[in-house]
């Protein structure tokens, strides 16, 4: 028996919506619906039966739900105290950002903060919007660099930095490559590609095809390398944001703005931290960060 999976019965029974359990756990439903199967198959017993939209638990779901609660609060503090444990014995700024940023700000302003504070180390690392936001809810980061895609949280100091304006790359000999501009129902028939890991697939595509309203083919790249060399063959458009210095550098391919109702399609990028986390080095590398963008 999976820890996270007692964690998605948890979220599940406690919710009482697998809908609502998924959104929580920044999984899609058939994930979570699997890790509840695989955990009923683990223990050999069914811990809850659906009926249409709802469900109940059995008597063996009710006994773990009841008796597991205790594990999984004493599995959070036990986990949280190691982090602090690990990280006070030497300076740390924990920082993450999403992979599909490609900018030099990012790079530009650890540079400076580590002029200014050369005993803090920065310890980076990259993933989606929704990686980036559990880690951060549960406190591995101190601060993520990423995109406003859910109305701002009092939990969390929501920093604004940029709006970053939403192009396409797409190869010069593809039939549409001399298009002014494109909007998103010219991308039905053209496959998009997108920089995302295995496990972040879905997530991303249900952002771009369901909130954004783009395409409804999807490549996925695991960095910008790989998305490149998949422009290079003509695969598919590459959704490009703007940002200082991140200048595609393929002769063989044109940047097209993608426009929405005669405006360019823009996206809101922000700093966010915890509000119990708000201190004079985390809001130091805001400003810095922030004057970068500027």
Same mark, same amino acid.
């Given at each position: 028996?999976?820890?996270?999976? %007692?964690?998605?019965?948890?979220?599940?029974?406690?919710?009482?919506?697998?809908?609502?359990?998924?959104?929580?756990?920044?999984? =899609?439903?058939?994930?979570?619906?699997?890790?509840?199967?695989?955990?009923?198959?683990?223990?050999?017993? #069914?811990?809850?039966?659906?009926?249409?939209?709802?469900?109940?638990?059995?008597?063996? /779901?009710?006994?773990?739900?009841?008796?597991?609660?205790?594990?999984?609060?004493?599995?959070?503090?036990? #986990?949280?105290?190691?982090?602090?444990?690990?990280?006070?014995?030497?300076?740390?700024?924990?920082?993450?950002?999403?992979?599909?940023?490609? /900018?030099?700000?990012?790079?530009?302003?650890?540079?400076?903060?580590?002029?200014?504070?050369?005993?803090?180390?920065?310890?980076?690392?990259?993933?989606?919007?929704?990686?980036?936001? @559990?880690?951060?809810?549960?406190?591995?980061?101190?601060?993520?660099?990423?995109?406003?895609?859910?109305?701002?949280?009092?939990?969390?100091?929501?920093?604004?930095?940029?709006?970053? =304006?939403?192009?396409?790359?797409? @190869?010069?000999?593809?039939?549409?490559?001399?298009?002014?501009?494109?909007?998103?129902?010219? %991308?039905?028939?053209?496959?998009?590609?997108?920089?995302? =890991?295995?496990?972040?697939?879905?997530?991303?595509?249900?952002?771009?095809?369901?909130?954004?309203? %783009?395409?409804?083919?999807?490549?996925?790249?695991?960095?910008?390398?790989?998305?490149?060399?998949?422009?290079?063959?003509?695969?598919?458009?590459?959704?490009?944001?703007?940002?200082?210095?991140?200048? @595609?550098?393929?002769?063989?391919?044109?940047?097209?703005?993608?426009?929405?109702?005669?405006?360019?399609?823009?996206?809101?990028?922000? %700093?966010?931290?915890?509000?119990?986390?708000?201190?004079?080095?985390?809001?130091?590398?805001? #400003?810095?960060?922030?004057?970068?963008?500027?």
């Amino acid at each position: 028996m999976m820890l996270r999976q %007692l964690q998605y019965f948890h979220t599940v029974v406690r919710t009482g919506s697998f809908t609502e359990a998924a959104e929580e756990c920044f999984i =899609s439903q058939s994930a979570i619906s699997q890790q509840i199967k695989a955990l009923e198959n683990d223990l050999g017993v #069914k811990l809850l039966i659906r009926e249409n939209r709802s469900f109940h638990l059995t008597e063996a /779901g009710e006994y773990l739900y009841q008796k597991s609660g205790q594990i999984l609060e004493d599995f959070e503090r036990i #986990k949280n105290e190691t982090i602090k444990i690990g990280c006070g014995s030497q300076n740390v700024l924990r920082l993450g950002y999403l992979k599909s940023y490609s /900018g030099k700000e990012l790079l530009n302003a650890v540079l400076e903060y580590n002029d200014i504070f050369p005993d803090t180390q920065v310890h980076i690392q990259n993933g989606n919007h929704e990686a980036l936001y @559990h880690l951060l809810n549960s406190n591995q980061l101190d601060l993520v660099l990423n995109d406003q895609r859910r109305a701002f949280s009092d939990k969390y100091v929501n920093f604004n930095l940029f709006q970053a =304006s939403f192009f396409l790359v797409i @190869h010069e000999k593809h039939p549409m490559s001399s298009n002014p501009f494109f909007e998103p129902q010219m %991308l039905n028939e053209i496959p998009i590609i997108l920089i995302a =890991s295995k496990e972040q697939q879905e997530a991303e595509q249900d952002y771009y095809q369901n909130a954004l309203g %783009l395409g409804n083919t999807y490549i996925f790249a695991e960095n910008h390398e790989e998305a490149r060399l998949l422009v290079a063959g003509n695969r598919g458009v590459m959704i490009e944001e703007e940002f200082q210095g991140n200048h @595609h550098n393929m002769d063989f391919a044109k940047k097209i703005p993608l426009m929405r109702y005669g405006t360019q399609m823009t996206k809101p990028y922000c %700093l966010f931290w915890k509000v119990e986390n708000d201190k004079e080095k985390i809001q130091r590398f805001a #400003k810095i960060l922030k004057s970068k963008f500027a």
